[in-house]
């Protein structure tokens, strides 16, 4: 019974990562109908911003008063870079076919992943980011794991879903009580009406952009934390999943994402323990996400919750 | 509208007015100046560029710049002078003259600059290069001082006699041959970067003076000896490369790309389908061949002969692809992307994972399965080496010929469905799809041909590939595989099968040439498919529906496009 | 070529060619369709009018599969036929085309590939024409579903092929001509003309060998010729042996044009009947000038000759 219990745990934690880095597909697509390929190297970007605060200021600490700085040092570089995409690769594409933003957004990802392989250990100081890189281990969040009843809780992994509940709630109160949150709403439903009532849609997607970017921040560093180490590379899968996820949940949905992320956490954790066999196991368990996502594709295409984009047809 | 102008450098009207008659003469002046350059000494450092060092006999990228230049003569004297009642109406030779003269400069500045790097400093340069450089720098001033030329006639009302315009097909296509075959066999980074300007020159000032959609109209008028030359061509590459197989190699590999990347053509030009796991249908291939290959590793026990593997390798990458069709083709374009992503991944972690311990044995594992024995088809063995016309031809030759007749067959599939009735259908179907399902068009049913024949075609490709290889591994297969697939169509022009090729020459053969580059070749990667969506999305060879769909905003283009298609019989 | 009088009884109307039967179409809590009949037979022109919002596009997306209705029944008479002979240029006097004998009324699945193979076509309200593709190439589409040259046969290119490639071109250019478009065949749908592109979609709606095309507002935005024009060409496809359906809010041209008139308002069938009925029907009438409909001109004639005849007055 306790395997279950830890299982479930385990899938919880996953599920809070994807969760976190869904909600930043969901919204863009839900605005702008644009799959941002390069959304999980905006991931990456948070953890590596994190760690380089770290290495700057910090070395060496392990105070937890450095991991308010250490997240918005990872959201500042986020933010930056999705900023950046939007305005340069994405919104010269506004009007264009589907195709050419997708293939941008390919090309985008690729280029950061590289950009941050090979440039990182310019900066004077820093590793070469070729390989992992060690993560800073900050007290309270990291270290001796909790024992529960037979289940093993990594304190990392307490931050990560405690880090899910307060930007979930955070998010729920910018989405239902400000005013930016409601025209994103908006913007979604129907972006010319939008734009008649008055509302700046540009400013608006830009906000969405930025609002995915803030949590795939934070989710970075439950990344690192939890993981020990970083690289390059963590956000090429991590941001798949997180997009199955989004749409499990129903794509453009925002609450479709966090339940779809924990779902798919869920799932994942629970196929590994239970699926008998030689399929079973973690060798297997990037497999499963994707047969969810077939899955969800064939007999709920809405996802769970329902989703929510304009219809261009 | 296109971004790419270098040539858009303008002087003030003032300048041109008071200095006008000087651009003429000045030009001559250049181009004479350039070649009395070239055939000086350029280096005193023997060993940079080829021998560049020798006077009156210069060395090859030497020879280029006095081919450019006496271009750049012809097209004076078609201003003034005794070709001027010819050629002069027809062609735009200001436009032609300043495109030459940038090219000229930034040539002879690569120059310096190779020698400079390469030779130790820019003392190396011997006199005759600096001259070269004045010369260049003349005529391309020169040129921005003529005057723009008006009332050109347009150039496919030329009418000139088919034999000539067969001849000009076939003077390409042979200046094609060789100069790929001194293109590979450069190894110099500089020398090959400072050919592949010198082929652009050409190319652009083709373009300037409209001689290109000369060319491209006589080429659709001529289009079986176009084909035939094209294919002549191909064929008699590998004699050209004196029994050295070591660019065979390259090209072998530039030929699947190719064949790969027109068979994803299909699926991604003609029916719109977003696929970006195809590299999987390539990889069962792949697998299947090498698992039936005989080798010391594969799994299964059974070597048929490779007629049948090859069948046997594209009906399962058939299958997949049906498999994975029929459920994800009837959502949005969006999904498919992503779904067909994950199918790939999938499909390498299954590879990845079917080593007998956490799954059946299979694939070996992350080992793969190497030691794959050459093909052999009746009694010729593909990893002999045979002597055809007295010229060897060694392994990858025999490789090279039986990937030419792949493709060969991948294109006429390619050509033939694009105008049929399935062909039409597929462009309905990207059109407006409910239009075309309201209209009696099977939608789903077509696309999932596309997928079939995608899958089929991949898998055929497959096969070859493994025993070409020797080895298959999951790590062959990963997404970045599919990416570059995908990309070599779009940045070559999707839905055109020159624009593809191009587009899976430029993208498998520029790494292997550019070495220096290999560190940042993906960087570049990243960069360019941002850069070419911005601002030419329909790709460099653009078929004019592709035009018509990434610029829908555009009235005038509209009208153009319909003008020519009704001038000239629809191409490709 | 003028047509100064109706030419409505100039074929004979026959056996029912489409029956719905209480067609209803409810989104949620909106009920745009309720409980709507409509026969259409052989040889005729019925016409739908309405308000806007009345739900007769909606209809129209019942019946040709777009929708599946929430209830009710849309029956037509099965298998598709085959033109024994090349439709003709069509000359004065109505030429008799042989009729083969319809089939049994059978339900109609709600797919709208099943429904064109079945034999009814149509257009769009919004001209849904493949915009970067030719005239010729648009209507060659519309064959899609009558032609069978699979993948195989279009490599290898056989007899077959060729055969069904040339009949394809053929009957697109006739259609062409036929719809009077015939020296447009390599102008791009985007460039043409409104009216013209109007024309194509019947056009293209034609070569999938209809028995029934149903027309959605076939004239909107043309002026007086046009319509004229429009009206003789539907004129010219009754008289080739299939039924019409329009949808038009143009009146004159509907009373000028239609055999019956069937009317809808707020997804009801307020009226059927002859265009002299439905015109002055009082209920008709308050439907579009009594909501403050601002219709083209056209729609509220001077005075049409049966209204003034039977001495009502025009609130």
């Known amino acids: 019974m306790s395997q279950f219990f830890q299982q479930l745990v385990n899938g919880l934690t996953l599920g809070s990562l994807y969760a976190l880095i869904a909600v930043g597909y969901t919204v863009v697509y839900g605005i702008v109908q644009l799959i941002n390929f390069a959304h999980g190297e905006v991931f990456m970007i948070g953890a590596f911003g994190a760690l380089s605060v770290y290495l700057l200021f910090f070395d060496g600490q392990t105070g937890v008063w450095i991991l308010p700085l250490m997240i918005i040092g990872a959201m500042l570089c986020s933010v930056g870079v999705a900023v950046l995409m939007e305005r340069f690769a994405y919104r010269p594409l506004r009007n264009a076919p589907r195709l050419a933003p997708l293939i941008t957004a390919i090309g985008v990802s690729v280029f950061l992943q590289e950009f941050v392989r090979l440039f990182y250990d310019k900066i004077p100081t820093f590793p070469s980011a070729k390989q992992n890189i060690p993560f800073p281990q ?48 908006a913007v979604s439903q129907d972006p010319d009406t939008s734009r008649l009532m008055g509302i700046n849609v540009d400013r608006i997607i830009v906000v969405a952009f930025v609002l995915g970017a803030v949590l795939a921040a934070v989710a970075g560093i439950s990344q690192g934390l939890q993981n020990a180490n970083i690289d390059f590379r963590m956000g090429f899968i991590a941001g798949l999943k997180a997009f199955t996820a989004a749409v499990l949940g129903g794509i453009g949905n925002i609450q479709g994402a966090v339940v779809g992320g924990l779902v798919l956490g869920i799932a994942e954790s629970m196929a590994i323990q239970y699926i008998p066999g030689q399929f079973g196991g973690s ?6 996400a994707f047969v969810i996502l077939i899955l969800v594709l064939v007999f709920r295409p809405q996802g769970l919750l329902g989703a929510r984009v304009v219809d261009r047809a | 509208m296109n971004a790419t102008d270098l040539a858009k450098l ?62 750049a003569m012809v097209l004076l004297f078609s201003v003034r002078g005794p070709l001027a009642r010819r050629l002069g109406p027809w062609l735009d030779t200001t436009r032609g003259l300043r495109t030459a003269g940038t090219a000229l400069l930034l040539y002879m500045i690569i120059v310096l600059l190779a020698i400079g790097i390469d030779g130790n400093g820019l ?6 290069g600096w001259v070269s450089f004045l010369g260049a720098l003349l005529l391309f001033a020169g040129s921005r001082l003529l005057p723009d030329r008006v009332g050109l006639q347009d150039m496919e009302q030329a009418k000139l006699p088919s034999w000539f315009e067969i001849l000009v097909i076939a003077i390409t296509m042979a200046a094609i041959l060789f100069g790929a075959a001194y293109a590979l066999g450069l190894e110099d980074a500089w020398s090959f970067v400072l050919f592949l300007l010198f082929a652009a020159t050409i190319a652009a000032v083709a373009l300037r003076l409209g001689v290109l959609s000369w060319f491209g109209h006589i080429a659709t008028r001529n289009r079986k000896v176009l084909t035939l030359a094209a294919f002549l061509v191909a064929f008699l590459f590998p004699f050209t490369q004196n029994g050295s197989d070591a660019n065979m190699s390259i090209a072998t590999q530039v030929l699947i790309f190719a064949a790969t990347a027109m068979s994803l053509n299909i699926v991604v030009g003609l029916a719109g389908l977003l696929d970006l796991g195809y590299i999987a249908f390539l990889g069962s291939g792949a697998y299947v061949s090498a698992m039936l290959s005989g080798s010391a590793f594969a799994t299964i026990h059974w070597k048929p002969p490779f007629l049948v593997v090859v069948l046997i390798g594209a009906t399962v990458a058939m299958t997949l692809g049906l498999i994975i069709g029929s459920p994800t083709l009837r959502v949005s374009g969006d999904y498919l992307a992503i779904v067909t992503l994950g199918f790939g991944e999938i499909f390498r972690l299954t590879m990845f994972n079917l080593d007998g311990i956490n799954g059946p044995l299979l694939s070996n594992g992350p080992n793969g399965i190497p030691a794959i024995p050459d093909l052999k088809i009746g009694s010729f063995n593909f990893g002999d080496e045979h002597t055809l016309l007295g010229i060897p031809l060694g392994r990858f030759s025999n490789y090279y010929f039986l990937l030419l007749v792949l493709i060969a067959f991948v294109i006429v599939v390619f050509a033939r469905l694009n105008n049929s009735r399935i062909g039409r259908g597929w462009v309905s179907v990207r059109e407006d799809e409910k239009a075309a399902e309201a209209m009696g068009v099977n939608v789903f049913g077509l696309k999932l041909l596309a997928f079939a024949i995608g899958a089929f075609l991949a898998g055929l490709a497959g096969t070859i590939k493994a025993h070409q290889d020797v080895a298959v591994s999951p790590d062959q297969y990963i997404f970045l595989e599919s990416a570059f697939l995908l990309a070599a169509i779009v940045l070559g022009g999707m839905g055109t099968i020159a624009g593809v090729l191009l587009g899976a020459t430029i993208l498998k053969l520029l790494p292997e040439k550019l070495r220096f580059f290999s560190e940042y070749r993906l960087l570049f990667f990243g960069l360019l498919l941002v850069v070419m969506m911005r601002f030419r999305p329909e790709g460099l060879v653009a078929n004019r529906r592709r035009l018509l769909e990434f610029h829908e905003e555009d009235e005038e283009l509209a009208v153009a496009v319909e003008q020519e298609h009704l001038t000239v019989e629809e191409a490709i | 070529m003028t047509v100064t009088e109706t030419r409505r009884t100039a074929r004979e109307i026959g056996q029912p060619v489409l029956e719905a039967s209480g067609v209803t179409m409810q989104f949620g809590g909106l009920l745009a369709v309720n409980k709507v ?28 599969g777009l929708y599946k209705p929430t209830s009710g029944q849309v029956r037509f008479a099965g298998a598709p036929r085959k033109p024994e002979s090349p439709k003709r240029q069509q000359s004065e006097a109505a030429e008799a085309v042989p009729v083969q004998p319809l089939a049994a009324l059978t339900p109609l699945p709600p797919k709208p590939r099943a429904v064109v193979r079945a034999g009814m076509a149509r257009t769009f309200q919004n001209i849904r024409l493949f915009a970067n593709m030719t005239a010729l190439e648009n209507v060659m589409v519309g064959r899609y579903c009558r032609t069978s040259s699979g993948a195989l046969t279009s490599v290898v290119r056989g007899p077959k092929f060729r055969r069904e490639e040339a009949a394809t071109r053929a009957r697109a250019q006739e259609l062409l001509d036929f719809v009077g478009l015939g020296r447009s065949t390599e102008h791009l749908a985007r460039n043409m003309p409104y009216g013209d592109q109007r024309r194509l979609e019947i056009a293209r709606a034609l070569a999938t060998d209809p028995k029934l095309i149903l027309l959605d507002e076939p004239t909107a935005g043309m002026n007086p010729l046009e319509t004229r024009q429009a009206s003789d060409l539907i004129f010219k496809i009754r008289d080739s042996g299939l039924s019409v359906v329009v949808i038009e809010h143009d009146m004159r041209f509907i009373f000028g044009l239609c055999d019956r008139v069937l009317c809808l308002v707020r997804g009801e069938a307020l009226i059927e009947g002859t265009p002299a009925e439905v015109q002055s029907d009082p209920r008709v009438i308050e439907a579009y000038i009594g909501t403050g409909e601002e219709e083209d001109e056209d729609a509220v004639p001077e005075q049409p000759q049966d209204v003034a005849d039977s001495g009502e007055e025009t609130p």
Do not use: H
């Open chain 1, 138 to 185: 900050i007290d309270v969040v990291t270290g001796k794991a909790l024992e529960v009843g037979g289940v093993t809780i990594q304190r990392a992994a307490i931050f990560t879903v405690a880090a899910l509940i307060v930007c979930a709630a955070l998010l729920w109160y910018f989405v239902n009580r400000t005013k930016s949150g409601r025209a994103m709403l």
């Open chain 1, 283 to 288: 060798s297997w368990k990037d497999v499963w």
């Open chain 2, 10 to 71: 303008r002087l003030p009207e003032t300048t041109v007015e008071k200095y006008g008659r000087l651009g003429w003469p000045a030009s001559l002046a250049g181009a004479v100046v350039v070649i009395a350059g070239a055939l000086m000494s350029w280096s005193f450092n023997q060993q940079v560029l080829g021998n560049l060092s020798i006077y009156l006999n210069p060395g090859a990228l030497q020879i280029l710049t006095i081919v450019v230049a006496l271009v």
């Open chain 2, 123 to 128: 003392v190396n340069v011997d006199p005759g």
């Open chain 3, 37 to 64: 009949n409509m026969t259409v037979r052989e040889g005729e022109i019925v016409g739908l009018i309405g308000p806007n919002g009345a739900g007769k596009t909606t209809f129209f997306n019942c019946l040709t």
